[in-house]
């Protein structure tokens, strides 16, 4: 998961610094962690631009397919429901 603080961390992509007003993300949580971009940040602009941005929505797309077959994840749907972040998958 991605550690962001805008005017000091720089684009994982293009190198310029992120600042405030600008569109920045970071892969969610659930990414695999030997990923390039898992700690970084990154322009919104930058990534969809990017030549390995398939990769790394494929990878993402795994990622959460191995968490949502996983016991923990299953056990907690039934106590608590479909979390928010994952509902759009559903």
Known sequence: MALIFLSQSTCAICGHFL???EHV???PAISNTIHPLFYCGFHLQCFQNWEKKEEA???IKEEKQKFKNSEYYIE???K???PKWL???E
Do not use: S
Request: glycine share 16%; proline share 6%; aromatic share 6%.
């Open 19 to 21: 600042m405030p007003g």
């Open 25 to 27: 993300k970071g892969l």
């Open 57 to 59: 929505l494929n990878l």
């Open 76 to 78: 907690m749907v039934t």
């Open 80 to 82: 608590y429901g479909i």
């Open 87 to 89: 509902e759009d998958d």
